[in-house]
């Protein structure tokens, strides 16, 4: 069961309206965070991404310069 999940069983166990109105916040805080990690984890793929295309068109300029 994750975190989230065991707030929510919690919460409709405990029928506490004050914990339902924090949910909703409390869900929009991890939705952010989420989505700023997975734009981070995007950035550094298409800077890799990136390097080994270089890298890959250095490697063709040099073998190009061998022969």
């Known amino acids: 069961m994750t ?3 065991g707030l929510a069983d ?7 309206a004050s914990l339902r109105q ?3 916040v409390m869900f929009e805080q991890d939705n952010e965070r ?3 990690l997975v734009q981070e ?3 550094m793929c298409q800077e890799l ?5 270089q890298r890959a068109e250095c490697r063709g ?4 310069k061998l022969l």
């Open 10 to 16: 919690l919460a409709i166990m405990a029928n506490s």
């Open 34 to 36: 989420d989505f700023k």
């Open 3 to 5: 975190p989230m999940t």
């Open 22 to 24: 924090m949910m909703p």
């Open 49 to 53: 991404c990136d390097r080994i295309k």
């Open 61 to 64: 300029l040099w073998s190009f």
């Open 41 to 43: 984890t995007h950035t």
